[in-house]
């Protein structure tokens, strides 16, 4: 049995032996090109070949979308008001006359994104981008640099249209369709973030239709939100820059970030934005219709107070400013929306941008709710520019030569006069003289006004009403201020030459 047992095993290990001569000999007769084949699709799997099918998806999408990226790059003057002098110590008054110094100018660098849209050389980027700069410069991907020229800004947006010359068309970017992106769709940025030039990131679509952010990082925050929240990096520079789905085509505008995480970006609509570019491109601003009332969200509890259902939707009614469509059209405070033009509305921001939809005199009907009784009110829209122009009035400097007794000053509300802490409430802050001003060495930047000729100034409205019915008058007149804003008042009398 011994025997007959290693004669079986002999035998196998024989078998094994011929068959892996055999595999051997059968590898050796492999052509070698099969050979070589074999090796280049090894090395592709380890290292994709650029232009073959291995490429990563946002080659494509760079290639294609780096020629309509540009670089911008803008130069603001801002005023230096100098130090008081001697007015920082308690002890000391006002330096003598002709020794305060003039407010000098700083230039101050800014940089951001745009992209092509048309191949005439029209670019969009956000309003802040380019908003009070003295020059702007736009770098393309060629190293080109050219003048770029604003045609339209629309503040209530944050987006603006400039003009850089004609370009080819490939250097064209395609404009997509933002109401088709779905939460976690990819998004591609490319933009100049800190001064990095067209530099790409990937993310995917991490939210819609965010609103109600407070992302004014020193100014306004825009009225219109409808943002696109993305992880795709975004970071100072990137404004204006396209953000794009995974075929290269543009479905929004980078906007701002949120500086307290990361990775959490914002997007304006490419849609939103298609609306905004075609009034700009026609006539340079933006007509949206008007009504002059506050909105507000519309919960369980305020329900419960006006005897609503629990789930009732609508929004409601804060306030309705005199003199406006709304007041005109016969709403109330404390009404409840719950329709537009037989449609029904639930949020704020949904009945901001139907409203603002509507050209101006455009008729509108609301069905809304008032002591438990529907009613039905028609409307003839303003025009929202004309208001937010209004609104502007009383932070608006008064410059030119047209400003009485060559005074420039604003509204106590400005930020101008915020940053000079003024301690007065009422009043109007003088921001520069001119040098034919014949208050020079009697007033100086950083005195608030308080009253004319005997009238008093509350505010910028005050000032102009004032000052336009004493026009030319060449008598003199007297003025009460504060020096450097402090609660102490002086008179002067003040006379053109």
Do not use: C
Not at 239 to 267: C, D, K, M
Not at 370 to 390: H, I, M, P, Q, S
């Amino acid at each position: 049995m011994k025997w007959n047992e290693r004669k079986r095993r002999g035998t196998t290990i024989l078998l094994a032996a011929l068959l892996t001569i055999s595999v051997v000999s059968l590898s050796l007769t492999v052509p070698a090109a099969h050979a070589q084949g074999d090796e280049e699709m090894s090395m592709q799997s380890r290292y994709p070949v650029v232009g073959s099918t291995f490429d990563s998806p946002f080659v494509a999408v760079a290639e294609r979308l780096k020629p309509a990226v540009v670089y911008i790059k803008v130069v603001r003057e801002r005023e230096i008001q100098p130090l008081p002098f001697f007015d920082f110590h308690p002890f000391f008054g006002p330096g003598p006359e002709g020794q305060e110094s003039e407010p000098r100018t700083q230039k101050v660098p800014s940089s951001g994104t745009g992209f092509i849209i048309d191949a005439s050389g029209l670019v969009v980027t956000n309003n802040h981008v380019v908003d009070s700069a003295t020059e702007i410069k736009v770098s393309l991907s060629d190293g080109s640099e050219r003048d770029g020229e604003v045609i339209g800004v629309d503040p209530e947006t944050d987006l603006a249209l400039i003009s850089i010359g004609a370009v080819p068309e490939d250097h064209v970017a395609p404009l997509g369709d933002s109401d088709a992106i779905r939460i976690g769709d990819w998004a591609i940025a490319m933009g100049n973030p800190m001064g990095l030039d067209w530099t790409l990131t990937v993310g995917v679509i991490s939210a819609k239709g965010r609103s109600n952010l407070n992302i004014g990082g020193g100014r306004t925050s825009p009225a219109f939100q409808d943002f696109i929240q993305t992880d795709a990096s975004i970071n100072f520079g990137n404004s204006g820059g396209p953000l794009t789905n995974i075929h290269g085509e543009v479905i929004g505008i980078n906007a701002a970030i949120n500086t307290r995480a990361q990775n959490i970006g914002f997007a304006i609509p490419i849609n939103l934005a298609k609306e905004v570019v075609k009034q700009l491109q026609e006539s340079g601003r933006v007509s949206r219709g008007y009504l002059g009332m506050v909105p507000r969200e519309l919960n369980s509890l305020m329900a419960e107070a006006l005897n609503l259902d629990a789930d009732a939707e609508g929004v409601f009614v804060e306030s309705v400013q005199d003199g406006t469509p709304a007041s005109d059209g016969g709403l109330a405070a404390s009404d409840v929306i719950v329709e537009i033009d037989g449609i029904p509305v639930s949020e704020v921001s949904d009945f901001r941008f139907r409203v603002a939809r509507h050209a101006p005199g455009d008729k509108m009907e609301l069905t809304v709710l008032r002591d438990g009784k529907t009613k039905r009110l028609d409307f003839e829209l303003g025009d929202r520019a004309d208001y937010v122009e209004n609104a502007r009035d009383n932070r608006t400097p008064e410059r030119g030569p047209e400003a009485w007794m060559g005074l420039s000053v604003t509204g106590l509300d400005s930020p101008m006069a915020q940053r000079a802490r003024v301690q007065v409430e009422q009043g109007v802050l003088i921001t520069k003289l001119t040098e034919e001003s014949p208050a020079n060495g009697q007033l100086r930047p950083g005195d608030v006004i308080v009253e004319v000729d005997k009238h008093r100034i509350n505010s910028i409205s005050d000032w102009r009403e004032v000052t336009e019915d004493l026009g030319s008058s060449d008598r003199a007149i007297l003025v009460k201020f504060h020096p450097q804003g402090r609660e102490l008042t002086r008179y002067i009398a003040l006379k053109k030459e």
